[in-house]
């Protein structure tokens, strides 16, 4: 699939989608305390993507290689799950000291955005909340070198360059993507560093960049679910989410409000 640059008219159907987008992500994070459901998040979520007349992207959605459809509107991964926590088929319920992140994607008009968040729940340790905040702030390393001209390889290099002194391990299996027609479109975007440059930025090309970063070992395994990818050795992960457009003088976060 060839790299594609979105029109001015498609970015404003995505900047409308991405504020929706990041409102629901912010109204579920407003009820992720301990004795809730991760069903009831789920519910949350979707109810607002449908009554907004848009559609949670990643419901029903199988991507090449999968064995069957999400089942969900909303990934919800806690603890020493990365991504893709599946929060309807064996609901959890929340208990204080987790670290939860959120994860979807919305179909509005047709056009696709993706978001994630990580939240702790009352009181978590300082190494929990370091970590948390460490991945937050790894994607606006990222975010912050993107504009017309620089290359993925530029993104990767930002992000890794910000994790490596804090001893955390960067997933490397999982990342980065283009976004926008699809729920996945090339360029795919490294939270490492490779040989080669990558993609070059050019205005009007959409990506969603995504850090997630594991308190231990960079080590992943899949759960029997067939989604749900945990960290090898058990400890918490922690993953942060934005869609953004290339400018030609810079960038634009598209799921902000």
Known sequence: MAVTIK?????????????????????????????????DLNNLAQKMAEE??????FLNYKPV??????PAALCVSINDAIVHGIPNEYPQIIKEGDIVSLDMGLNHKGLFTDAAITVSVGKVDEVGENLIEATRQALMEGIKVVKEGKYIRDISYAIERFVRPKRLGIVE????????????????????????KGEKLKAGMVIAIEPMLNEGSKKIKLDADGWTYRTADGKRSAHFEHTIVVTKNGVEILTQI
């Open 7 to 39: 029109t001015k008219e498609e970015i404003d159907i995505l900047r409308e989608g991405g504020k929706r987008l990041a409102f629901i992500l912010q109204s579920v994070a407003k009820i992720v305390k301990a004795g809730v459901s991760t069903a």
């Open 52 to 57: 907004g007349g848009d559609k949670p992207a």
């Open 65 to 70: 290689g999968m064995k069957r459809p999400y």
């Open 173 to 196: 299996e999982l990342c980065g993507h283009g976004v926008g027609y699809n729920v996945h479109e090339d360029p795919y975007v490294p939270n490492y560093c490779l040989e080669s």
